[in-house]
């Protein structure tokens, strides 16, 4: 937790973002043969990885059954009952 507190809206974090961002963008300008040819992989993992971490909230959310993770929302999140 105390990386949060020397990265985030500090002028390290700024840099550390824009320079992940310059970095994107030449990757992206250099290789966007790859990048596009790997977009429909990537898609297609997208569904399982959202149905993996996302489930557990949507069963939540309406009511159908207790969540079986509960140590998996953070701490200090409000109940979605």
């Known amino acids: ?45 997208a569904c399982p990885l959202m149905y993996l971490f996302m489930h557990c909230s949507h069963c939540c959310r309406y009511g159908k059954r207790e969540c079986p993770l509960p140590a998996r929302r953070p701490a200090g999140w409000p109940s979605l009952r």
Do not use: E
């Not at 949060?4 to 963008?25: E, K, Q």
């Open 1 to 45: 937790m105390i990386w949060r507190i020397l990265v985030v809206n500090t002028p390290l974090g700024w840099v550390c973002t824009l320079a992940l961002a310059a970095l994107g963008i030449c990757q992206f300008a250099s290789h966007t043969g790859q990048i596009v040819a790997a977009l429909p992989y990537l898609l297609l993992l």
